[in-house]
């Protein structure tokens, strides 16, 4: 198959977070079960694009003032969308409320359209959210062929933000390839890290504060976190100060995404204070490595994760993630029983093979039936 997906955002400092992991983990593991695999990308002209096997087409991005990333657009990607659109099997849009990708679902309108919006589009009363949703995010739904849904949340919500059959919705998951260098016992000072934006929904105050709480216990451990800073970046700073925990606690800035199995393969554990998180990649990755993780109750794979033992899961108060954490850096066995299962679950459950797998089925479905759409 000849596939085009379409991503909004590359950076350096992997601002755009999860989609860009699930994009890139996708469309190499096509290219290696041998489909043409075109990713085209909004770039910030600095961060790596290299993937083994994938055409990567960058476009430098521009931005009005005020937006955020839903005011990233890029003319050039729009007619490199346009003109591989053309012969493509399938187009898949890693889809959200911006510029980049609004406009893609009428330029890509010869080619069955699969759209995968990662929990990013929620129903939205704003007027603004609404005039965006007439003029563009239903038609596009409308034509889509399939609509893919990491969660039951997201599968309830597709209705209510366009008119979706839920005939053509499909059920996808995150994955990610075992690292080739799981984590292991620290034998010197512990390293637990937060590898995130700093967002207020990830939560990286909480982070300092249940590192506090594990200070206070006269426990011996270096806390770090990683990500650029989406906000929450002053608070961050102040709470280690108040706390006066400084001497522990650090926040080390963005993380180029080729840096990151080199931090998550040297840490003791990873925390995720995260609320309403859909299906976290960063978690993926650090469970990929064997890094016992501790999360809130509240993430689209928490249930899943708590039942099978391979994180673990709290209420998301600083004492509890505290609690938790200092079991993983005390207790040895406890590390090593989460370690290895969280490995395990990665290879059952979250392998690019296993997403790989569904995705060609659902292309073939949208080759099926996506022409007759777009027409």
């Not at 919705?169 to 690292?179: E, S």
């Not at 300092?208 to 216990?217: D, K, M, Q, T």
């Not at 840096?259 to 995720?272: D, R």
């Not at 309403?276 to 890094?291: D, I, Q, V, Y």
Request: hydrophobic content about 45%.
């Amino acid at each position: 198959m000849k596939i085009v997906q379409v991503l909004t955002y590359l950076s350096a400092d992997a601002a755009y977070g999860g989609p860009v992991a699930v994009a890139r983990s996708q469309c190499e593991e096509l290219a290696r079960r041998g489909h043409e695999v075109h990713l085209i990308t909004g770039w910030d002209g600095v961060a790596r694009t290299e993937l083994p096997g994938v055409q990567v087409h960058r476009h430098p991005i521009r931005q009005l003032p005020g937006l955020g990333f839903a005011g990233f657009y890029s003319p050039s990607l729009w007619r490199d969308v346009r003109a591989l659109a053309a012969d493509a099997d399938v187009v898949h849009l890693h889809y959200a409320r911006d510029l980049i990708q609004l406009p893609v679902g009428r330029l890509a309108a010869t080619a069955p359209l699969v759209l995968q919006a990662h929990g990013m589009i929620r129903p939205d009363t704003r007027r603004s959210a609404r005039l965006l949703d007439r003029a563009f995010t239903r038609p596009t739904y409308r034509r889509a062929a399939l609509h893919l849904a990491l969660t039951d949340q997201e599968v309830d919500d597709l209705p209510l933000v366009g008119t979706v059959d839920a005939s053509r919705i499909r059920r996808i998951r995150n994955g990610v390839a075992l690292a080739e260098r799981p984590a292991a016992v620290a034998v010197r000072t512990p390293r637990v890290v937060y590898v995130a934006r700093l967002h207020e929904r990830k939560r990286p105050v909480a982070f300092v504060e249940a590192a506090a709480e594990v200070l206070a216990r006269g426990i011996e451990a270096e806390f770090s976190l990683y990500g650029p800073d989406s906000g929450e970046g002053p608070a961050v700073r102040e709470a280690i100060e108040r706390l006066g925990i400084g001497h522990a606690v650090h926040y080390r800035g963005p993380l180029a995404p080729e840096k990151v199995p080199a931090v998550l393969g040297t840490s003791h554990v990873y925390v995720l204070p995260s609320r309403a998180e859909p299906f976290p990649m960063s978690l993926l990755e650090a469970m990929a490595h064997g890094l016992p993780s501790v999360i809130t109750d509240d993430t689209g794979i928490s249930a899943e994760l708590a039942e099978r033992g391979a994180a673990m899961v709290t209420d998301g108060s600083p004492r509890a993630m505290g609690d938790a954490i200092a079991t993983l850096l005390e207790d040895r066995a406890a590390w090593r029983r989460l370690h290895t299962t969280a490995r395990a679950t990665i290879e059952e459950r979250f392998s690019p093979g296993a997403v790989a797998d569904a995705l060609e089925s659902y292309y073939t479905e949208a080759m099926t039936t996506g022409r007759a759409t777009a027409r």
